[in-house]
């Protein structure tokens, strides 16, 4: 394997997150509605690492390193671990295991939905990310993959909904968001790559 | 549709009568479910003594006077239990102060509540800027544990101490043509760190308001304490409103102002978001918001092994004592 430090350590921080905040829930030490802020830690850890995920590659195009690709996947994985269990508390803790309150949910709250389909979204990604998925859809991949562009978006309006007093912190994920979509444009990329290619031969 | 609004400048002696009987009633109520274990307590007993976990707090001289001949219980809920005060105290939304929950309790310090005075005004017999201790002046402190139902889905009970906002009614005298009540929070930027937000969604000060019969209704609280000690500042010191039948962000905190109004008043979240907050806010399972089901509500503390999750109850279940006041509107139009 390569990067046999990187990968694994990637793996144990992005793991134990959810797992000291579920310490601290038993400990009494998230406050008297703990599952409420476990579905909104988890919610937020979702749209963080998939904003690390899409990062990713203007990473290595800026430094070379090929250590930022080699955790790419594992940072989407994590990202739809995350979203799985926000939306796990968000069933357990906020709607009390009611499934039949579900569907006045979908319809009521609009956030609701927009989060859904976000994760529908990246449930698509997370099967389709192996590598024996990559060769049987060719050049179909990439093509499938571009939905995360889609995701951050929806992520972004979901989260937008539920902001009621104070919006810095959205502002700061979408502020973020659109750096990273702009560093896709052609023409950014390759000023960039040239910037490191300049970089490399010591100007 | 026919709205009644009473005229308000009128001494409204019936009001007063039912009040003594409906807190008569309650006292039973509360001594029968308590035992009489604690209604019998010295009216001196100190705060810490009162309530576990209690952090006593420094008084000013007129609170301590007033604690002593305080009516406690006067107000009790059936079967509920009482919020810790550590949770009722460190889970606030002031946002004011920031906006997350422990914001208020690590930053409302910096709020300077003594001196305080309120600027009364409007279409009054009185106006002026009272003293808080004027405000209170004639009115024995009450002790009232009322539910207390967020409109982000959560509840707590809580031990408030204040005196009926009807007595401060009578004292200000308003003229008829005053219909409404607007209230005002303090606004001080270099004592509140959250309205220094460059993303802050509201329009400070805050505001809210009552309708003149909801305002004169006996379950109506001005607070100046709870659980037998000053109101901690994240909490709305040192005089905030209590609407135990409305969604919390009614029940206005750090109040400045109140001017009696002919029209109704335009409320801080109602501005903000019309179709998400009406001025009325009264607690309603069947009236859906579009960021939360009211239906169900989670009684806080809770952990991470009970959810604690309960049915919403209409008027936050004192629909007996204000669904009068109702009585010829469309709740889920007025919401």
């Known amino acids: 394997m390569r990067y046999p430090v990187w990968r694994p350590a990637v793996f144990a921080c992005a793991a134990s997150l959810p797992l000291y905040w579920l310490y601290l829930g038993w400990q009494f030490a998230l406050g008297p509605d703990p599952g409420k802020v476990l579905v909104d830690n988890l919610g937020e850890g979702a749209l963080v690492l998939l904003l690390l995920t899409l990062s990713m590659t203007p990473m290595q195009r800026l430094t070379g390193w090929g250590g930022w690709l080699a955790v790419r996947r594992q940072l989407g994985l994590w990202c739809f671990t995350y979203a799985l269990l926000h939306l796990s508390g968000y069933l357990y803790f906020l709607l009390g295991g009611e499934f039949s309150r579900l569907g006045e949910e979908l319809r009521e709250r609009p956030y609701v939905l927009v989060g859904g389909l976000g994760f529908v979204g990246l449930t698509v990604l997370a099967m389709t990310s192996s590598r024996w998925s990559m060769r049987r859809l060719g050049k179909r991949w990439k093509k499938v993959h571009r939905l995360v562009y889609l995701i951050v978006i929806l992520a972004l309006l979901h989260m937008l909904w539920v902001v009621r007093a104070d919006a810095a912190r959205w502002f700061l994920y979408a502020g973020i968001a659109m750096a990273l979509f702009f560093l896709r444009v052609p023409a950014v990329t390759k000023t960039l790559a040239s910037v490191r290619s300049r970089k490399g031969r010591g100007e | ?335």
């Open chain 2, 1 to 335: 549709m026919l709205i009644k609004i009473p005229a308000s400048g009128e001494c409204r002696e019936s009001e007063v009568t039912t009040e003594a009987a409906y807190l008569s009633r309650r006292q039973i109520l509360g001594g029968v479910m308590l035992s009489g274990a604690a209604a019998g307590l010295p009216a001196l007993a100190k705060a810490s003594e009162r309530y576990p976990g209690v952090t006593s707090a420094p008084a000013p001289k007129w609170f301590t006077d007033k604690l002593a001949s305080a009516r406690w219980q006067a107000v009790v809920p059936d079967g509920e239990a009482i919020t810790p005060f550590a949770d009722a105290s460190q889970y606030n939304n002031f946002y004011e102060f920031g906006p997350n929950k422990g914001d208020p309790a690590r930053h409302a310090s910096t709020l300077k509540v003594e001196p305080w005075s309120v600027l009364i005004g409007g279409e009054v017999d009185q106006p002026g800027r009272y003293a808080l201790e004027e405000l209170c002046s004639e009115s024995r402190l009450q002790e009232r544990i009322y539910r207390l139902r967020c409109v982000e889905a959560w509840s707590m009970v809580i031990p408030w101490l204040g005196f009926p906002l009807a007595d401060l009614i009578r004292k200000a005298q308003p003229h008829s043509s005053a219909k409404f009540i607007r209230f005002e929070t303090a606004y001080r930027s270099e004592e509140m760190r959250g309205t220094r937000s460059g993303f802050g969604l509201i329009d400070w000060p805050y505001v809210e308001g009552l309708r003149m019969d909801e305002a004169m209704h006996p379950l109506t609280l001005l607070a100046v304490g709870m659980y037998g000690r000053t109101l901690p500042n994240q909490n709305g010191a040192p005089l905030r409103l209590v609407v135990p039948w409305k969604y919390g962000f009614k029940s206005i905190k750090s109040i400045v102002r109140i001017s009696f109004v002919r029209e109704q008043p335009i409320t801080t979240w109602q501005s903000m978001a019309p179709q998400e907050y009406g001025f009325y806010a009264n607690v309603n399972p069947k009236v859906s918001h579009p960021r939360w089901s009211q239906a169900r509500e989670r009684r806080l503390p809770g952990s991470l092994f009970s959810t604690k999750l309960r049915d919403t109850q209409l008027f936050n279940g004192y629909a007996e004592q204000v669904a009068g006041l109702y009585s010829s509107m469309d709740l889920s139009k007025d919401y």
